[in-house]
């Protein structure tokens, strides 16, 4: 997943990205409202992670105004307010999930998840995609039986190709989804993270599930 | 529950029921009194009319018997009299008298000290009356042999108590005719006369707790109410200013507590998911967020010791210049990193306070100068035994905000960015000028300009 955390505490803002994107997941990360939201309409994210309370432009201020211009990227605003009346204001205000600190990270990422399968369409974590049996939620890929071991950009990659079958994915829309904008990836890099991948789930002999599409990009090909 | 209509138709109702029965036996009593007066005046003029018709012809006596029959003594009459002798013996008795069963009362007596005078009683038959008895002397009594004599006149009441029971009757009748109308009529009219006080009430009733903003619309409201709903709207605006302060502290508590919680948990779960986060500089980050923690939590129980009473305080001579000179000396590293002046006008001397909360006071007063002060601005500090007022310039801060320094966690700015303030520093200063048995009072002027004024109460 491609995340954006809006949060302005340093240190829970720096430890949560750290644990997102060694969970394989690329995170930009913004300390104020005005550059949270300036990156939100910049780049397209699978959910945002708003807290509530921003020095500057609020975090409600930013929703409400993401909302208005059409935005529909899910967001899951993350505050130490947890009074009823506070979640029903914030999700009438256009979140999708709302979340307490402190909180566990398992919980945080399985409503990223769930926020992200939703934007996609995908009622399940769970889905057959030609020989491949993909559990977005476990992180695993099982192929006739026997579980194939990803890395977490791998998995990344795979998720995201997959999401579309037969849909040709360009470079710089593998980039985008892969890596943050801190990450600088090398130019070979997505293509070096599709060889991996190509290789890890086709063995020898077995026809390639990801073809290569010249001057376009990568498509998950199940014919 | 009582009801102010049922309480006011009962209270009016007694009161016009105490009226009618005051005026009524009022009239009564009144109109009893003149018919009395001109009963008396008619029978006094009768005794006087017979009086002249008396007279001595011949050395015998005599009465005219015209006047007699026109006063209504005579045969069939409803008065009567009688003439007696200075020893009781009757002398001569009115024609009225001669019918059976008619007769004054018998062993009349006579008046001791002589003067005429004016009785109620019964006549012989039982019949109310009244009496009339006077001393008189016949005319042409020249050989004064009829000196002591006296007349007595009666005259029954029956017909002056008729008229008067009638009177009381229809006194009577039309008070229970107006009370019984009353009641009814009074319930309609207090109904019409309440309606702006149940209007008021329904508006009150209708105000729900999450919508205190509201107020009451007096427009057309009578005057007597004007000034109770004017009251209400005040009430409603402090409760509302009340609510909004109790709402800002909550969340900002909540903020204040939950994000070092939520960082140490996240700190925590990354060590504890990857070994290679397990790291000395992790574990540091802990340890910094559990000192601001538990700062915090010191500042938290200074309040709340505060607020129970029981934080002690023990008064004693403290060098002043001297504890300003150790608390500046700990800012002076963050005082020179912004290029801060701090101009110093302390008198010198003792100040007589409890060390522990001077500090603190200090501390947190010119901690939040040096902080928040622009880099390259001055800093004032002026300090005697009377008083301490630290300036210092605040472009952030706007004069809405001066009325929420002293809150609980209020910042202005809601971010955690900055750990090393709470929002509780005022807050604190305020609690311990008040231990001291100071005040303080904090004002922003045109060029945003921030002043803290503390005035210790003289000894």
Redesign the interface.
Known sequence: MRLLLIEDAQRLSATLCQALTRMGHAVDAAENGEDGEWMARRNDYDVIVLDRMLPGKDGLAVLRDLRRDNFLTPVLLLTALDATEEKVRGLTEGADDYLAKPFALAELVARLEALARRQHGQADSRRSVGPLEIDTSRKTVIREGKEIVLTAREFSLLELLARRPGQVFSREQIEARLYSEADGPLSNAVDAAVYALRRKLCPPGTPPLIATRRGLGYVLDLT | MKSLRSQLTAALGICICALLVAGGLGTFLVTREVLQEQFDDTLVAKATALITATEIDDEEFEIDLTVQDFAGFGSGGEDYFEIRRGDGSLMVSSPSLTLPGRALVPGFAVPADGKARMVSGFLTDGRPARFYVQRFVPKDDEKREYQDLWLIVAGPMRGMLDSLWVLGSVIAGMSALVLLLTVPLLRVVLAQGLRPVESLSRQVREIPV?HLERRLDLSGQPEELVPLGSSLNEWLGRMEASFERERRF??HA??E???P???????A??GA??QD?ATPERCG?IVK?ADELEALLDKLSLLARADAGSQPVEFTAVEMPMTIAVVLERLSGAAAAKNLTIQQQIAPGLIHTDPVLWTTILQNLLGNAVSYSPAGSVISLMASPDTLVISNPAPDLNVRDVDKLFERFWRK?????DEAHSGLGLSIIRACVGLLGGTVEATLDEDRIFQVEIRWARA
Do not use: D, F, K
């Open positions: 999450t909550s969340s909540a903020h507590l939950r994000t919680l939520a960082e140490l948990r996240m700190i779960e990354l998911t990857w986060q980050e967020v700015s809601p971010s955690h960015r």
